[in-house]
């Protein structure tokens, strides 16, 4: 999406303080912390919500290889104990609308 603040940091037309990324995610500090580290893990490719997944081989396949970069980034993070949180629609809390998993920790 040509306007999505994700998908312009993905692109690097936005600043980001990048903690990892690989093929398919990208993972870097948010710029509004609700946590002494709250990071953002967020695929490379536009959905726009985390229902938008197909709930086929496909959408598994999409959604194991985001969350197995969650616990890479939470390992690199060195965090022992943390939240992971994704909100889903603009009824479950959803402000940028590309789907993100928020990584809360370091209490």
């Known amino acids: 999406m040509e ?12 600043p980001s ?14 710029i509004h912390p609700k946590a002494p580290v709250h990071v953002l893990v967020v695929p490379k490719e536009h959905a726009a919500k985390f229902s938008d ?5 496909s959408g598994e396949r999409k959604l194991g290889s985001l969350f197995a970069a969650v616990n890479r980034v939470a390992r690199q993070l060195g965090l022992d104990g943390y939240r992971i949180v994704v909100n889903v629609g603009e009824k479950g809390g959803q402000e940028v609308f590309h789907v993100h998993v928020h990584i809360m920790g370091g209490w």
């Open 53 to 57: 997944y197909p709930g086929d081989e």
């Open 17 to 30: 303080e990048q903690v990892y990324a690989d093929a398919n995610v990208i993972a870097f500090h948010d």
């Open 3 to 14: 306007n999505c603040v994700f998908c312009r940091i993905i692109r690097g037309e936005l």
